[in-house]
């Protein structure tokens, strides 16, 4: 048979059994290219339909194959260069992302503030009212309202937008104001780099000047004891002066360790507002906002099975849609629920999803900055005893691990000692608050390990 007859034959026996939809969006444009000593190249137009003629339909693919010629052995998939038309389309697709992330790029040398975030494309929900409401009246009385404003939450929900969009949204207001944004690490090393060139000085009239000075992830001045003495001067100087202060942290100020007590106390001082996570009628109106933005519309069982399969981290939300977006641009028609779901199979079904002892225990050295041995040898020392605690907890309630066994993990403790932990966290939680948000906390932080 010739390539053509050949690949005639297996597109009418597969067209037999599936939608005219998907036969028409995955074997349009596809060809045998050559048969060569039991193997068969077929020749597909962008690379998701090789993707998924590969995982889906290879198997049936090579049976028919096989039923018409028992010499083939074996189907390989590649990109063909032939259809001008579908690679044109697919290069437009991949300009239009290449331009997304070309915008970040737009950052203000001065401000660092980039004009994508802002408050208008900021969606408020249950899970950020608070946080919300407290960055507006900030952006709209900076220096009077709340000094420092503290915002915290778990990773991907929305810190970094919203001290974004403050800065932006001050200038807008203000345009004499002098506004900086700044990630505490490169604070950090800004401190480092004039102490080196001993212009400690220029450094500290530079910082301050500014009207409203914006400082992303502080959880990361934990143990620099030299920024954060320089830290607490500016600080200090600033808010005497009715300056207004932004702070952004994973986590609530009485839970960032190694952080000096003079500085907390600040952080404290003023207004504290977490970002919780979003419920999922609020992710799926995030969904549409974001395809709105896109000017792209999926259907509601699609919205609706990505808002229920990605649940702790809108960064992730927007990395999805992301995917159906050049999807639609390249097969001119929207994904339905089944090819969305190939389509997100390895954002979703990523081991990076569950829970396991080790990003626990990962995550419980990480939140409470201490090293993995002392977790799991056996000591009394007060700053471990705790965070052990902690994590026996979560290996029970997360992983629901027998307490022999997460005894035997920690340092070879008895199953009695896990018992204790357990129920003296379970207890506690009653009553603590904070620890509560603590724990919260860290399981975001296991999910995304
Ligand atoms: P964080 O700093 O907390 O890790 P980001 O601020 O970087 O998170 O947010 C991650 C992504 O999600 C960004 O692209 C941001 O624009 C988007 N995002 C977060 N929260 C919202 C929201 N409430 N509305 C719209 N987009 C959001
Ligand atoms: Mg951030």
Redesign the pocket.
């Known amino acids: 048979m010739t390539n053509e007859e050949l690949w005639e034959a297996v597109l009418a026996q597969i067209q037999l059994n599936i939608s005219p939809a998907n036969f028409a969006t995955w074997f349009k444009n596809t060809k045998i290219t050559s048969q060569k000593e039991g193997q068969v190249l077929v020749s597909v137009p962008h690379s998701f339909a090789k993707e998924w003629l590969e995982q889906k339909y290879n198997k049936i693919i090579f049976k028919i194959l096989h039923s018409l010629d028992d010499e083939i052995k074996e189907v390989k998939y590649l990109v063909g260069k032939q259809d001008l038309k579908i690679l044109k389309r697919e290069r437009v697709a991949i300009s239009e992302i290449d331009q997304l992330e070309f915008q970040e790029f737009k950052i203000d040398k001065e401000t660092n503030l980039n004009p994508r975030?802002t408050f208008e494309?900021?969606?408020?929900g249950p899970f950020?009212e608070l946080p919300h409401a407290a960055a507006w009246a900030v952006s709209k009385n900076p220096g009077s309202v709340y000094n420092p404003l503290f915002i915290y939450?778990g990773?991907?929900?929305?810190?970094?937008?919203?001290l974004q969009a403050i800065g932006n949204e001050v200038l807008k207001d203000f345009s004499e104001k002098k506004v900086k944004y700044i990630p505490s690490e490169k604070f950090t090393s800004g401190v480092v780099a004039s102490i080196r060139n001993r212009d400690m000085e220029n450094f500290k009239s530079k910082y301050r000047a500014i009207d409203v000075l914006i400082i992303d992830d502080v959880q990361f001045l934990a143990g620099k004891e030299k920024t954060q003495e320089e830290f607490f001067h500016t600080f200090n100087a600033l808010y005497e002066k009715n300056k207004q202060i932004i702070l952004s942290s994973d986590r609530p100020p009485k839970a960032i360790s190694a952080l000096a007590e003079r500085l907390r106390s600040r952080f404290e001082g003023g207004m504290i507002a977490d970002i919780s996570i979003p419920d999922l009628e609020t992710r799926i109106a995030?969904l549409k906002a974001k395809a709105q933005e896109r000017k792209v519309d999926f259907s509601d069982e699609v919205y609706n099975y990505i808002a229920s399969v990605i649940q702790r981290n809108?960064?992730e939300l927007?990395g999805a849609l992301n995917r159906l977006v050049v999807y639609q641009k390249i097969n001119n028609q929207p994904p339905d629920v089944e090819i969305t779901k190939t389509l997100l199979k390895n954002l979703i079904l990523s081991p990076a999803k569950v829970a396991t002892p080790k990003k626990i225990i990962q995550a419980v050295v990480e939140f409470y900055d201490l090293k993995e041995k002392d977790l799991l040898i056996s000591t009394r020392r007060k700053e471990i005893v705790r965070p052990r605690q902690v994590a026996m907890y979560l290996m029970r309630e997360e992983l629901k691990s027998s307490f022999p066994f997460i005894g035997r993990k920690f340092g070879g403790k008895d199953h009695t000692t896990a018992i204790h932990a357990y129920e003296k966290i379970l207890k506690e939680l009653e009553t603590n608050k904070n620890l509560g948000e603590e724990i919260n906390l860290i399981k975001q932080r296991v999910f995304s390990l």
């Open positions: 975030y494309n900021f969606i408020v950020n939450g990773v991907g929900l929305g810190k970094t937008h919203i995030i809108i960064r927007e």
